[in-house]
C-alpha cells in the first residue's frame, strides 16, 4: 500500500460520491480520493493524474453510462482496479462487467464492500 | 407543474438516489421475470403537501390508468400507488408475458402480471425506506384498480396534512419505451422521521472526511 494512490469516484449522485469518500477514508487513509459527476469530468480529472489505482462507477449517469466510461478508464489505465458500483443488479449488467474485466459492487453501499474492494489483493468480485 | 417543497439541493439528491436504488433493485428481479435486460430510471422527484397536490393533479393524467396500490405500516402509515396509463400498462404486461393479444382491455392472466410487476417495484422502494429509516414496514396484499388517478389521489388523501412523494419513472422493456408514476401518500409521523432519516444521512457524510 503505497502513500498516494489515487481513488477515483464517478457518481451522478452527491449521497453517493460522499458515502464513498468516507468508507474510502476509513479503510485506506493513505488513499487520494478524487471525484466526478459524469463520465467526461471524470476522463478530466483522469486527465489530470499521473496514474489511478483505484475507480468506482456509477452505471446510470448522465451522458456516458458507467460501462463506456470503465471501459475508457481501463485503457488508460490497465492496471487500475475498477468497480461498476450500481443500484441495476441485472445480470446482463453483472456479465458485461465481468466481461470487460472489472468488479461488481451492488448499492447501497456499505463500509464492508468498500473495505474489501481497496484491502483485498487479487481480481474483484 | 406541481409545486414542491423547497428542499435542499443535497436532500432532493439523496431522495433520488434513495429511489433509484430501490428501482434498481425492482429492475434487478423484473429483468429475471422477463430474461431481458430492463432499464429503470427515476428523472423526476418531488414531494408535495397535500392541497398543491390536489389542486394539479388533474393535469397529470389525462386519461384513464392502470394502478398498483399497495398500503403500507409500521412506525408509519401510507399508501403507495403505481401508475401507468392504460395503454402503456397493456403494452408493459405484454411484453412481460410475451403473449401478444388482440384485445383492447386487459384479460385477468394480465392483471396479475401488472399486479406483481407494481408489488415488485413498490415493495424494493418501501425496503430501501425501510432499510434508511431502520425500521420495518409491512405491506398489505396489493390492489389493482382501473381509475382516473386524480380522483383517487383525492380520494386517499382525506387529510389535509398529509405529502406525496411524487417520483416519474422512465423504463425500456424489450427495446419499448414507457412511463409511469410512483407515488407515495405520506402521513406527517412519516413524513417526519423519513425526512429527518434523509437529513442524518445526508449531514452524516457531509461532515465526514
Request: net charge negative.
Given at each position: 500500500?503505497?502513500?498516494?494512490?489515487?481513488?477515483?469516484?464517478?457518481?451522478?449522485?452527491?449521497l453517493a460520491?460522499?458515502m464513498?469518500?468516507?468508507?474510502?477514508?476509513?479503510?485506506?487513509?493513505?488513499?487520494?480520493?478524487?471525484?466526478?459527476?459524469?463520465?467526461?469530468?471524470?476522463?478530466?480529472?483522469?486527465?489530470?493524474?499521473?496514474?489511478?489505482?483505484?475507480?468506482?462507477?456509477?452505471?446510470?449517469?448522465?451522458?456516458?453510462?458507467?460501462?463506456?466510461?470503465?471501459?475508457?478508464?481501463?485503457?488508460?489505465?490497465?492496471?487500475?482496479?475498477?468497480?461498476?458500483?450500481?443500484a441495476?443488479v441485472?445480470?446482463?449488467?453483472?456479465?458485461?462487467?465481468?466481461?470487460?474485466?472489472?468488479?461488481?459492487?451492488d448499492k447501497p453501499i456499505n463500509e464492508t464492500k468498500?473495505?474489501?474492494?481497496?484491502?483485498?489483493?487479487?481480481?474483484?468480485? | 407543474?406541481?409545486?414542491?417543497?423547497?428542499?435542499?439541493?443535497?436532500?432532493?439528491?439523496a431522495l433520488?438516489e434513495i429511489f433509484n436504488i430501490g428501482i434498481g433493485h425492482a429492475?434487478g428481479?423484473?429483468?429475471?421475470?422477463?430474461?431481458?435486460?430492463?432499464?429503470?430510471?427515476?428523472?423526476?422527484?418531488?414531494?408535495?403537501?397535500?392541497?398543491?397536490?390536489?389542486?394539479?393533479?388533474?393535469?397529470?393524467?389525462?386519461?384513464?390508468?392502470?394502478?398498483?396500490?399497495?398500503?403500507f405500516?409500521g412506525p408509519f402509515?401510507?399508501?403507495a400507488?403505481?401508475?401507468?396509463?392504460?395503454?402503456?400498462?397493456?403494452?408493459?404486461?405484454?411484453?412481460?408475458?410475451?403473449?401478444?393479444?388482440?384485445?383492447?382491455?386487459?384479460?385477468?392472466?394480465?392483471?396479475?402480471?401488472?399486479?406483481?410487476?407494481?408489488?415488485?417495484?413498490l415493495n424494493a422502494c418501501l425496503s430501501c425506506i425501510a432499510d434508511l429509516l431502520e425500521q420495518e414496514i409491512t405491506n398489505?396484499?396489493?390492489?389493482?384498480?382501473?381509475?382516473?388517478?386524480?380522483?383517487?389521489?383525492?380520494?386517499?388523501?382525506?387529510?389535509?396534512?398529509?405529502?406525496?412523494?411524487?417520483?416519474?419513472?422512465?423504463?425500456?422493456?424489450?427495446?419499448?419505451?414507457?412511463?409511469?408514476?410512483?407515488?407515495f401518500?405520506?402521513?406527517?409521523?412519516a413524513?417526519?422521521a423519513f425526512?429527518a432519516a434523509v437529513?442524518k444521512l445526508?449531514?452524516h457524510?457531509?461532515?465526514?472526511?
Amino acid at each position: 500500500m503505497t502513500a498516494g494512490e489515487t481513488f477515483l469516484i464517478v457518481d451522478d449522485a452527491r449521497l453517493a460520491r460522499k458515502m464513498v469518500r468516507s468508507f474510502v477514508a476509513k479503510a485506506r487513509p493513505d488513499l487520494v480520493i478524487f471525484e466526478a459527476a459524469e463520465g467526461e469530468e471524470a476522463l478530466t480529472v483522469l486527465a489530470g493524474l499521473k496514474t489511478l489505482h483505484y475507480a468506482t462507477i456509477d452505471y446510470n449517469m448522465p451522458g456516458m453510462n458507467g460501462i463506456d466510461l470503465a471501459a475508457l478508464v481501463k485503457q488508460r489505465c490497465p492496471d487500475a482496479r475498477i468497480a461498476l458500483l450500481t443500484a441495476n443488479v441485472q445480470a446482463a449488467l453483472r456479465k458485461r462487467a465481468a466481461e470487460l474485466g472489472i468488479g461488481f459492487i451492488d448499492k447501497p453501499i456499505n463500509e464492508t464492500k468498500i473495505a474489501a474492494f481497496v484491502t483485498q489483493a487479487g481480481a474483484v468480485s | 407543474m406541481i409545486s414542491t417543497l423547497d428542499l435542499r439541493p443535497e436532500v432532493r439528491d439523496a431522495l433520488t438516489e434513495i429511489f433509484n436504488i430501490g428501482i434498481g433493485h425492482a429492475a434487478g428481479v423484473l429483468s429475471e421475470l422477463v430474461n431481458d435486460e430492463i432499464l429503470l430510471t427515476v428523472p423526476e422527484l418531488g414531494v408535495t403537501p397535500r392541497a398543491d397536490f390536489v389542486a394539479t393533479a388533474g393535469a397529470l393524467w389525462t386519461e384513464p390508468a392502470s394502478i398498483v396500490r399497495q398500503s403500507f405500516q409500521g412506525p408509519f402509515r401510507g399508501d403507495a400507488l403505481l401508475i401507468f396509463p392504460a395503454r402503456e400498462s397493456l403494452e408493459l404486461v405484454r411484453a412481460l408475458l410475451a403473449e401478444p393479444s388482440p384485445l383492447e382491455t386487459m384479460s385477468e392472466l394480465e392483471r396479475e402480471a401488472l399486479l406483481e410487476v407494481g408489488n415488485i417495484i413498490l415493495n424494493a422502494c418501501l425496503s430501501c425506506i425501510a432499510d434508511l429509516l431502520e425500521q420495518e414496514i409491512t405491506n398489505a396484499l396489493p390492489l389493482y384498480l382501473e381509475s382516473d388517478p386524480a380522483t383517487l389521489v383525492k380520494a386517499l388523501i382525506t387529510d389535509p396534512d398529509w405529502y406525496v412523494i411524487f417520483l416519474r419513472i422512465d423504463f425500456t422493456v424489450k427495446r419499448q419505451n414507457m412511463r409511469g408514476n410512483i407515488l407515495f401518500v405520506l402521513d406527517v409521523p412519516a413524513v417526519t422521521a423519513f425526512g429527518a432519516a434523509v437529513e442524518k444521512l445526508v449531514d452524516h457524510f457531509e461532515s465526514g472526511p
